[in-house]
């Protein structure tokens, strides 16, 4: 009898777990989906809460803290004025380090890592280039080891250099074999699953084609 109970609350435990995965599964494919059309601060900062809500019902998955971050970046970067991109960076950061602790020595978390230390960057660039160039710069040579096969850092590493000023290294002289190593690496990309990260390819062609 003993046995029979046992095998029961098993396979209740089963079916819960399965139809718990199916939820977050829908959720996270359903919010992926409205990253494509969304187009304003507001579009990626309610994403971010959208993301950061599934991530509060399944504390274990580490994209919905990776989502709920990207989208706050993207927020950041889409504001008009930088000056808060500060408060923005540390909601940002705060969701990465939750990531992280799920997911070690992640490529994806790490150009994230850029990113924010970028977003912190443009409130004055003047000021704080030499205080958060080596946090940009480290975040992507790391995710860059992480997994070679990764074509974001070399994206965000081309796009940094675009928008860098030719008399300091940067341009599109310097720019362009960055993209191309970036768009060969798209080529043979594949996401582990649909919901992991595969985002940056339109936006490197771009980029690519107005250093041609």
Known sequence: MKKIIFSLAIIAASISATAQSEKYQKAMAANLAKMETAKSPLDFQTLSAGFERIASAEKDQWLAYYYAAHTQILNGFMQKEATGNDAIADKAE???????????DNSEISCL??????????????????????QINGSMEAAKKQDPTNPRPYYLQAQNL????????????????????????????????????????TQAAELLAGCQ
Not at 94 to 101: F, I
Not at 118 to 132: A, E, I, S
Request: charged content about 20%; some cysteine; proline content about 8%.
């Open 94 to 104: 705060a969701l990465v380090n939750k990531a992280d602790s799920l997911q070690k």
């Open 113 to 134: 890592r850029s990113m924010i230390a970028t977003l912190r960057m443009m409130v004055n660039p003047m000021q704080r280039y030499m205080q958060f160039a080596q």
């Open 162 to 201: 675009r928008n860098t000023p030719e008399q300091f290294g940067g341009g599109c002289k310097t720019a362009k074999p960055v993209i191309e190593q970036a768009m060969k690496l798209y080529e043979t990309f594949k996401p582990a699953t649909p919901l992991h990260p595969n985002w940056g390819k």
